[in-house]
């Protein structure tokens, strides 16, 4: 067995350059060094999570960070228990602690009442918060690539997501200490630089099957989306950086309104009109989310919240709306109340 490089030099220059424009994509987005952080990598065993763990370790080898390895086998598959020692296996290699864990996503999705996908992801989630505890890592690395955010999107746009989140998954969430540092990568130079360095993989099988909507969209849609546009991808990755644009301002427009928001003595928060007045209904919409989601759990539709601004336009004195979670606005002549049942 060919042993894997050590160091970035190692590389042939192209394989050198790919992992240093991934470093300087993630210190981007995240505004931090990460390769000089400790860094926990979720790896399934596929191209793109094993490309991930050696590109993470040649570049915490080079910037002094830490490298830690985290495997869910979610038990849906006979080939799991190989995915598993393929992945231990490499850890041993780069000398990187792992810890795995062997999951019964189908009882657990059956148990719930949920998709097997969604109730895999809970799992995943809950392991990668576990594990991030345990290591004190300060970045849980994902391996979604450019050809992912370019499904997200189009899942998305099937879904009927609005406007800023039909751009994507975000390549740095700070909240979950997540970054995605591979999201302006191409799949297949993923591949590429596995075979350049004579490293295996696991296939997935079920990645073929079209029982998936993720699948069905991988295999059927954006093989034609792409005969269009061959650079579907980089083109919805500009997409996403002028959503993340926009947000930033949308933020500081939405963070001003609510500075001058009131609190009464129930724990509600009160808008006045002569505020309101003032926004753009585009800007109202944000504002009735933030506080809707800052209200605790529960999802408002957007049409609802279309509702709720329709309502404070026409003066719909003493209209009652309710929104999940037990969340309640009340308009009245000057203004509305947000509030818990």
């Not at 598993?84 to 996503?105: H, M, N, Q, T, Y």
Request: glycine share 8%; net charge negative; with cysteine.
């Amino acid at each position: 067995m060919k042993s894997l490089p050590d160091k970035l030099q190692d590389l042939s220059p192209k394989l050198a350059k790919l992992c240093l424009d991934i470093e300087k994509f993630g210190k981007q987005k995240s505004g931090e060094d990460f390769a000089s952080k400790s860094m926990l990598v979720g790896v399934s065993g596929g191209i793109d999570s094993t490309a991930l763990l050696i590109i993470a370790t040649l570049l915490a080898r080079k910037s002094g960070g830490r490298v830690f390895c985290a495997h869910v086998d979610h038990g849906l598959r006979d080939e799991s228990a190989g995915d598993r020692a393929f992945v231990e296996e490499l850890c041993g290699r780069l000398g990187i602690p792992c810890e795995s864990l062997k999951a019964d996503v189908a009882g657990y999705a059956a148990q719930n009442s949920m998709g097997i996908e969604e109730a895999g992801r809970i799992i995943r989630y809950d392991f990668f918060k576990q594990c991030l505890k345990k290591f004190e890592a300060d970045f849980l690395l994902l391996a979604h690539h450019l050809g992912d955010l370019s499904e997200d999107v189009v899942m998305r746009l099937i879904r009927g997501t609005g406007w800023p989140a039909l751009a994507g998954m975000d390549a740095y969430d700070p909240a979950r200490k997540l970054l995605r540092p591979l999201l302006s990568t191409k799949k297949e130079d993923l591949e590429e630089f596995l075979r350049s360095i004579d490293c295996t993989w696991r296939e997935d099988k079920t990645n073929d099957s079209d029982d998936y909507t993720r699948n069905r969209v991988r295999n059927r849609i954006l093989p034609l989306l792409h005969e269009e546009n061959p650079s579907l991808g980089t083109g919805l990755l500009r997409l996403k950086s002028q959503a993340e644009l926009d947000e930033e301002f949308w933020h500081e427009q939405v963070t001003d309104i609510l500075g001058r928001a009131e609190s009464d003595d129930n724990g509600g928060l009160f808008l006045s009109c002569a505020i309101l007045n003032k926004c753009h209904s585009a800007l109202r919409l944000r504002v009735y989310k933030k506080i809707l989601d800052d209200l605790g759990s529960g999802h408002a539709l957007f049409d609802s919240i279309m509702q709720l601004d329709q309502a404070f336009e026409d003066r719909k004195s003493g209209s009652t709306f309710q929104f999940p979670g037990n969340k309640v606005v009340k308009v009245s002549k000057t203004g509305l109340l947000f509030n818990m049942k």
